[in-house]
């Protein structure tokens, strides 16, 4: 039996890929197993969204590489790099890992990983020096509720890719030429499999694609009454889809990420006030509020469109806990736009809020602009704006304490309010008594920074982690 170790990198929707390839693996009877340095094939599963998740990726495949070199035994060892920086790169690490890699494989791939493994071993004696390269072009591929798949979640939360690929022109973005265009599964498809991960014990299911609030505009010539304006039928097929997965029987949260604030609708809004289980959290990454800079990144919202959805979201869902990414340091960015930046962010004062620093891709427009911004400039107005939002972070947490609040008990004292996404938001620490996977009603009696407790007197968090930066 061969046996086969995974590293997954990235997010959430490379994770997915992740467990189709396990999926596949398994239904092949190949064992899969944690440890690396124990396999016969080692697939790194990568990520290249910015510099940073690209040297993450590189030294993942290093290191397993020296495992390689360092264990005698272990030298028949295969490497099968897949994901973002295998579709985006092949041609080039062909090259520059001639030696470490004896596959890449593209997104498309990822239904045929048990196959590839075989023939990397039929082929073994006679293969060319080269690595085998099996990426083709912009990615087509999209699972369907039938896809065999591995959960490598825990049991109480499982990852729903409804849609993939993207068709915005954002010029920071290179994930439209690796991804390829915008391809939304059937609401039916998605309903399917929703209906069996909440049959399996699923308490939180997280809807996840480049952008969610474009699924099924790609189908849109299909709509029932072709003569509907465009701007009434827009977020049309998400509200179906919302309003179907609420009507499944159980005690479960929706939870939407990864929207573009462009498709937005009142629609949309008065849908999720009216679906009990979607959770009252939104995840709408809005990049930056200056003109000049919506503009330059090809957001193609404004300043004044955003303040008045902002406006409209909070109005239409009290209580609401909106969750935003901004960048700092995208060629031209002045000062002012910073200062107007910041401004925005005191006065709308989000519960949740990331920042990236501009990170120059290859590839995208945004790498060609004149006026790039030097690191240390970027580094300065990254801490600018994280001092900022660990003010209004503690303003938001301390909000809370006295009130009660639902939650899901993710491990013994550690569990999630329904504004924490999984990995990327705060904490919530209860009674270690509470049982994990699921749902519990706490009273929140402290907080620290973006993290609740609500904890008998005396009783220590079992983890404290200091002031995410994921915030």
Same mark, same amino acid.
Request: net charge neutral.
């Given at each position: ?41 080692? =697939? /790194?599963?990568? +990520?290249?969204?910015?510099?940073? %998740? !690209?040297?993450? @990726?590189?030294?993942?495949?290093? #290191? &397993? ?14 490497? =099968? /790099?897949?994901? +973002?920086?295998?579709?985006?790169? %092949? !041609?080039?690490? @062909?090259?520059?890992?001639?030696? #470490? &890699? ?14 590839? =493994? ?354």
């Amino acid at each position: 039996m061969i046996k086969v170790s995974l590293i997954s990198l990235g997010c959430a929707k490379n994770l997915v890929d992740s467990e189709i390839m396990v999926g596949h693996l398994h239904q092949a009877g190949m064992k899969v197993i944690p440890e690396a340095e124990k396999a016969d094939v080692v =697939i /790194v599963n990568t +990520c290249s969204f910015i510099d940073s %998740s !690209k040297e993450e @990726s590189i030294g993942h495949i290093l #290191e &397993v590489h020296q495992h390689k070199g360092m264990r005698k035994r272990r030298k028949e060892q295969k490497l =099968i /790099v897949a994901g +973002c920086m295998a579709q985006r790169f %092949s !041609k080039d690490l @062909s090259t520059s890992l001639h030696d #470490e &890699v004896d596959a890449f494989i593209g997104l498309d791939q990822v239904t045929k990983v048990a196959p590839i =493994i075989e023939e990397i071993y039929a082929k073994e004696r006679g293969r060319a020096e080269a690595p085998v390269n099996l990426v083709a072009g912009r990615s087509t591929y999209i699972p369907d509720y039938d896809t065999p798949r591995f959960r490598l979640t825990p049991r109480h939360f499982a990852y729903v890719k409804i849609a993939e690929g993207c068709n915005h022109p954002c010029t920071f973005c290179i994930i439209p030429q690796i991804r390829g265009r915008h391809r939304s599964r059937t609401v039916a498809s998605v309903v399917a499999e929703a209906r069996q991960l909440v049959k399996e014990g699923v308490k939180e299911l997280n809807l996840i694609s480049q952008d969610t609030t474009f699924f099924g505009m790609d189908t849109w010539e299909e709509r029932p009454n072709p003569r509907t304006p465009v701007d009434s039928a827009r977020g049309t097929a998400l509200t179906t889809l919302l309003r179907e997965l609420n009507a499944i029987e159980g005690d479960f949260w929706i939870r939407l990420l990864y929207t573009h604030p462009a498709h937005w609708s009142d629609e949309l809004i008065r849908t999720i006030a009216e679906c009990p289980k979607v959770a009252r959290y939104i995840d709408i990454p809005l990049q930056h509020i200056s003109d000049r800079m919506l503009d330059r990144m090809q957001r193609e919202t404004s300043g004044a469109y955003i303040r008045d959805l902002i406006r409209r979201i909070r109005a239409g869902l009290p209580g609401i806990a909106v969750r935003t990414t901004f960048i700092v340091g995208f060629p031209g960015e002045t000062e002012a736009d910073v200062d107007e930046l910041c401004a925005f962010i005191e006065e709308t004062k989000f519960e949740r809020l990331g920042v990236f620093r501009y990170s120059q891709e290859e590839g995208t427009r945004g790498a060609k602009m004149p006026d790039q911004i030097p690191a240390k400039v970027k580094e300065a107005r990254w801490h600018r704006l994280m001092a900022l939002q660990h003010r209004i972070a503690g303003e938001v947490s301390q909000a809370w304490v006295g009130k009660r609040l639902k939650v899901l008990v993710e491990e013994p004292g550690v569990a999630r309010g329904e504004a924490d996404a999984p990995d990327i938001d705060g904490r919530v620490y209860v009674p270690r008594t509470l049982p994990v996977s699921e749902f519990a009603t706490v009273t929140i009696n402290a907080y620290r920074d973006y993290d609740l407790l609500a904890l008998p007197a005396g009783e220590q968090p079992v983890v404290w982690k200091v002031a995410r930066q994921a915030q």
